[in-house]
């Protein structure tokens, strides 16, 4: 594994990512619901992957590996949106309308510090203004002993993969659920800092500081291992593109759709040759 040509790898699936969702745009194939929730996840993703492959070339091995785990949850929750259809396309947009109205009143009180937003004052007004379907969807997401939903869709990760899984077969499966496996712990236990996120990330739980004649063998090592680390996760995001670019090619089934699918396909193929 080499990371330079990791990142060269990854810099062509990036540009097959974007043309994808130029591809889906309004002016190319018209307007539709589903390309109304998912081109936004998808342009921001676009940017996360320019964003890894930026600190990759600076050595900031840390950062790109905690770009990993929000780049894969999209992801997934874009092939999870794909996958489901209409329902998962309405819950995002009233999950969306409702969080933005409660929004306008949030506050929050710690150890006698209280902060809450300026229309907090207001909110009988606004209750009574507010449209029917925004009503329907504050109470779409407010549990029975009042409280607010605090996710989109009741699925967990898992379950959103077994959905893309099933839908969209074994290669699918196989890479989303590879990229899972390998990122969606650890990757997490890094990003909050746990003492095990740090031993993961610094290569602690394989040597003990102990095990080295002096500081200069330690960093040596140290330093090989997150490098492997960091080429092993651009790995993940490597197959997870493919993946997605999978899912969108089977679920609109276009011309464009389908030849930006053959070419990371083909790349993707020949990368894995280069190993032999």
Not at 45 to 69: M, T, V
Not at 102 to 121: A, C, S, V, Y
Request: net charge neutral; aromatic share 12%.
């Amino acid at each position: 594994m080499d990371i330079k040509t990791e990142v060269e790898h990854l810099k062509h699936q990036t540009d097959y990512f974007k043309e994808v969702f130029y591809a889906l745009s309004p002016s190319a194939i018209g307007f539709s619901e589903l390309t109304s929730v998912i081109g936004p996840i998808l342009t921001l993703n676009e940017q996360s992957l320019r964003s890894i492959i930026l600190l990759a070339e600076n050595n900031h091995h840390r950062d790109l590996i905690i770009l990993s785990r929000p780049f894969l949850e999209s992801v997934i929750n874009v092939g999870f949106i794909c996958a489901k259809g209409d329902s998962a396309v309405i819950d995002s947009k009233k999950y969306a309308y409702q969080k933005g109205y409660r929004d306008l009143f949030r506050e929050i009180k710690i150890n006698g510090l209280e902060l809450k937003n300026g229309f907090k004052q207001f909110i009988k007004e606004f209750e009574s203004a507010a449209p029917e379907h925004l009503k329907k969807a504050v109470s779409d997401f407010t549990t029975n002993r009042g409280k607010e939903v605090m996710s989109w869709t009741s699925e967990s990760t898992f379950a959103k993969l077994e959905e893309i899984g099933k839908k969209y077969g074994d290669y699918v499966n196989g890479l989303l659920t590879f990229a899972f496996f390998s990122i969606y712990r650890d990757v997490s236990e890094i990003i909050h800092n746990s003492y095990y996120g740090a031993r993961i990330y610094l290569g602690m739980q394989q040597k003990d500081m102990t095990a080295f004649k002096n500081a200069d063998e330690a960093a040596e090592y140290f330093g090989k291992h997150q490098e492997k680390l960091s080429t092993f996760i651009l790995q993940q995001v490597n197959i997870s593109i493919n993946g997605l670019l999978n899912i969108l090619n089977q679920k609109f089934s276009i011309e464009t759709t389908q030849k930006i699918f053959d070419k990371s396909n083909r790349r993707l193929v020949e990368y894995a040759e280069s190993f032999k």
